[in-house]
Every structure is written in structure tokens, then in C-alpha cells.
């Protein structure tokens, strides 16, 4: 009776121990796309575009064509509106949990042939065949981003900024207000390519 009572505490501290190793592996599994981006030298935070923010990137695309990106694309919110706009989309991500699940809603709701979603890192990516370009980024990048895309994009491309603002670069267009302003710029075609 002993042994068989041993063999049980045995059994069931086993199964107490695989059970919190694998919910902690788990865990680790889940969260570290997430806290990963934030361990970097420049923070990129996903927070979800507001439904305003979205309308708002739509104006400012109001009669433009060509292809889109955007960077930093989160979980395709922006990428998914502008496709169903009848843009040729394209999501650059980080975190790979983000990026499957832009692909899911993007084949949900029925722009999986105009849309793709990349997790690359986008320093590491050129956006010279981009005509439209829109970015949630935050203030520490946004001078470095702006360098960045001044030398890649062509004269006809439009540079959409949310939340922050590019801090060279005048404004074409904005719209919105408070965390939902959007600021448009359009790279000239004059000598050359002058950006404002």
C-alpha cells in the first residue's frame, strides 16, 4: 500500500511538472514576438489603428494608385482597407504571430490575392517600387525612416505618416486630429526629385 501511494504522489507530481513546463514554454512561445521588438534600440509598439486613422489614411489615398505599403503593418488593418480600394498591398511586420493573423483576416474577408504580409525588419527592406507608402512609427524613427525612404522612393510617391509626423519633411496634407491626424507627403518630381 505504501509503494502504491508513493508510485501515485510519484505519478501526480509528474504531471504537475509537465504541466507548468509546458505552460511556460507556451508562454514564452506567445509573448516573446511581443516583448522581443521592445528589447530593440528603437521601439515599435503595436497599437491598433483606430477606425478614424484607417478613414483618414484612405483620404489622403483618395485618387492615388500604385502599389502600397505599409510599414510596420501590425495586424493589416491598413493594408486590408486599401485593398479593398483596389490597391495592390503589401505588409511589412516583425512579429510573426502578426503577420499569420494579417494573412487569415486578409483571406477572410476576401483580399488575400491583393494583399501579402512579410515579417522582415524594415530596415532590412528597400521600398524603391512603392508609389504609396504609409507609416505608424514612433518618434525616435521617424528621422532615420525619413532619410531612409527620401533615397529609395521615386517622385511620385506619396509618404503617409500616422500618429507622428516626419520631422524635416512640410506636410502636403493633413487631416484628423490628436492620435488620429495623418500626415500626407508627396515627393516632387521637379529637378530631379526634390522632397520638401
Known amino acids: 500500500v505504501g509503494s502504491e501511494g508513493s508510485s501515485r504522489r510519484r505519478s501526480w507530481g509528474l504531471?504537475?511538472?509537465?504541466?507548468?513546463?509546458?505552460t511556460l514554454v507556451a508562454l514564452y512561445a506567445v509573448v516573446t514576438p511581443f516583448v522581443m521588438p521592445a528589447l530593440r534600440r528603437v521601439c515599435l509598439p503595436f497599437v491598433p489603428a483606430t477606425s478614424t486613422q484607417i478613414d483618414n489614411v484612405l483620404k489622403m489615398l483618395g485618387n492615388r494608385s500604385g502599389p502600397l505599403v505599409d510599414i510596420g503593418s501590425g495586424d493589416g488593418r491598413v493594408v486590408i482597407a486599401a485593398a479593398k480600394r483596389g490597391f495592390k498591398?503589401?505588409?511589412?511586420?516583425?512579429?510573426?504571430?502578426?503577420?499569420?493573423?494579417s494573412?487569415?483576416?486578409?483571406?477572410?474577408?476576401?483580399?488575400h490575392r491583393n494583399t501579402k504580409f512579410y515579417i522582415s525588419?524594415?530596415?532590412?527592406?528597400?521600398?524603391?517600387?512603392?508609389?504609396?507608402?504609409?507609416?505608424?512609427?514612433v518618434p525616435q524613427m521617424?528621422?532615420?525612416?525619413?532619410?531612409?525612404?527620401?533615397?529609395?522612393?521615386?517622385?511620385?510617391?506619396?509618404i503617409i505618416a500616422c500618429r507622428f509626423p516626419f520631422p524635416c519633411w512640410i506636410p502636403d496634407h493633413t487631416t484628423g486630429e490628436g492620435i488620429d491626424t495623418v500626415w500626407a507627403y508627396d515627393l516632387k518630381a521637379s529637378n530631379g526629385c526634390e522632397t520638401k
Open 15 to 22: 504531471l504537475v511538472t509537465g504541466g507548468v513546463g509546458g
Open 142 to 158: 521617424m528621422p532615420q525612416l525619413e532619410k531612409k525612404l527620401e533615397e529609395e522612393l521615386k517622385c511620385n510617391a506619396r
Open 89 to 101: 498591398a503589401v505588409g511589412y511586420e516583425l512579429n510573426p504571430w502578426l503577420v499569420w493573423y
Open 103 to 111: 494573412r487569415y483576416r486578409a483571406w477572410r474577408d476576401g483580399v
Open 121 to 137: 525588419d524594415l530596415w532590412k527592406v528597400s521600398f524603391s517600387h512603392y508609389t504609396n507608402v504609409v507609416v505608424f512609427g
